[in-house]
């Protein structure tokens, strides 16, 4: 069966974060399925102000074995920094696209370590504590994972060597379910690339301003 195609980075750019959603949440977990292997459901924000679209926390998930990830840049497409995520899935025949990390002032250089295929975006490791990787060189390895990078033995580069793309990101959420965010009064938009406990991506995003 041929697979289809799902963006996992648009832009160079976006927020990793290891999430699982249905236990402890007062929402019940209900999924729709949009096709095999892609669902998507959505939880109402406790606590947000002002709600735009009814303070929703939209969640496609997404199974690896069934999709698979690309990416896609600016540096890859001409007057890419003014393509909205829809106008990147109509021009690649993506499904879906999500930002593939936290970007510097310029717009378009990721803060992180970034490698696709044969090319380094970005050589600076910083603080972050995610790295999210996908297109692994051996059979045997998860078509996608984010790994911690505070665990024994794992370290960005033999990652970035091994798989298509290796992105490094903030880390909100670790395994298993521990917070690692403080509390703010800031709110923003949020964008987030999770994995729950089967392997499986979630895209995730809520309009509304939320503390992180």
């Not at 390895?141 to 505070?150: K, Y």
């Amino acid at each position: 069966m041929r697979r289809s195609l799902i963006s996992a980075a648009t832009c160079l750019l976006m927020i990793a974060a290891t999430l699982a959603f249905g236990q402890g949440s007062s929402n019940k977990v209900e999924w729709k399925s949009l096709a095999p292997g892609m669902d998507v459901t959505a939880f109402k924000a406790a606590h947000v102000s002002p709600p735009y679209d009814g303070a929703k926390i939209t969640v496609l998930r997404v199974d690896p074995a069934l999709w698979d990830l690309e990416f896609a840049g600016s540096a890859q497409s001409a007057n890419a920094e003014t393509y909205t995520a829809r106008e990147w899935c109509a021009k690649n025949n993506f499904v879906a696209a999500i930002n593939a990390g936290m970007f510097r002032a310029d717009g378009e250089s990721h803060v992180g370590y970034t490698k696709h295929k044969d090319q380094i975006y970005s050589r600076t490791i910083t603080g972050y504590r995610s790295l999210a990787a996908f297109g692994p060189a051996e059979e045997k390895r998860p078509r996608f994972h984010i790994f911690d990078l505070e665990k024994p033995q794992v370290e960005i580069p033999p990652i970035g060597t091994g798989h298509i793309l290796a992105v490094q990101n903030l880390r909100m959420v670790q395994r298993p379910r521990i917070n690692k965010w403080r509390q703010d009064n800031k709110r923003w938009s949020q964008a987030a690339l999770g994995e729950d406990k089967e392997g499986r991506i979630l895209l995730i995003f809520a309009r509304s301003p939320l503390s992180v």
